[in-house]
């Protein structure tokens, strides 16, 4: 029972903590499937314990926050390290400039505690359809950087989710650094949850545009729980770029948001619920970016 197998003890595995680049590198490239590194470790922990994870090798990244961690403006986009923990985007300055909704995001997420040790590449590699950091990176267009022994490569934010908890890394690769534009784009993100805090979101939208000539430049808006992967509302993206920057234009891109939406019932909510609540929060989220974007 699994009351039972929490009280069992975690399996042995192998510990390692590398204390540079090459050498974590050159341990991802000697094992294969049977290691999984850990940062914050709020995850994995659990996935231990629920034995969903039962690694032989574990590779901590805690000895590598100068390499992977630190939040930095270069060459025109905004370098969020894969071990910034979700306190420190919270925090960080440059976060609040040029990705307002990542650190609306980060400042939800679980408790005090979680938020200063759980990281932005432990959010995105565990894969979770409601994991919050997603949404308001997809709407941001922001790229990931993969790096292994073989190299490096970039992956927009959506391709990192396959399926739930199912990311599309390749064996011996890690998150080292999530790029978003720095450019003139207003974001923000909201959610729905069965209380305030400390719990996982039913439904997360983030949205970010730019107003022109009384008019919507390009603009995304993208949804977390509510498909097997947070995903990018086309539709409703595609309505807003181009439309009318008038409070009326957000009941048509909220409508077409909840049609994007592809929810299924769960222990936090029926899909018909979320599907509401998908055009409730978009309705609003547009509102509020527009009452920001022309305010006088
Ligand atoms: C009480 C509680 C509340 C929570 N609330 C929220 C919430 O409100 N919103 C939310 O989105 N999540 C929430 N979570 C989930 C979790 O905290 C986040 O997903 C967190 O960001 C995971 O980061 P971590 O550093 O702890 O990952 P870890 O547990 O260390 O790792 C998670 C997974 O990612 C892999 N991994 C870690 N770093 C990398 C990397 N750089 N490259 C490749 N793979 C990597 C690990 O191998 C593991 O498979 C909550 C968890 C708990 C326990």
Known sequence: MKSFQ????????????????????????SHG??????????DLMIALKERTAAPKVVVDLGRLRKELGGIAVRGGALRVGALATFAQIESS?????????????????????????????????????????????????????????????TLPVQDVFVGPKRNGLRSGEIISYVEIPANGVRSA????????????????????TTVQDGKFGTSRVALGAVAPTPI????ASGAMTGSEAIPESAERVATLAAEDSKPISDIRASAHYRKHLVHVLTRRLVLRVLSELTAP
Do not use: C, H
């Not at 919050?132 to 022994?149: E, H, K, N």
């Not at 993100?189 to 970010?208: D, F, H, Y």
């Not at 990018?232 to 539709?235: C, G």
């Open 33 to 42: 499937k049977e290691l999984q590194v850990v940062a914050g470790g709020t």
């Open 232 to 235: 990018l509302a086309e539709k």
């Open 93 to 153: 300055p440059f976060v609040a400039r040029y990705a307002e909704a990542l650190r609306q995001a980060a400042a939800n997420v679980g408790t005090l505690q979680i938020r200063s040790i759980a990281t932005l590449g432990g959010n995105l590699a565990t894969a979770s359809p409601a994991a919050d950091a997603a949404p308001p990176l997809i709407a941001l267009g922001a790229t990931v950087m993969l790096q292994s022994s073989a190299g490096e490569r």
């Open 189 to 208: 993100w909201t959610r729905g949850a069965v209380r305030k805090e400390n719990v996982l979101s039913t439904v997360s939208v983030a949205l970010a």
């Open 6 to 29: 929490y009280l069992a003890p975690i399996p042995p595995f192998e510990y390692l903590a590398p204390g540079t680049l090459p050498e974590l590198l050159d341990i991802l490239s």
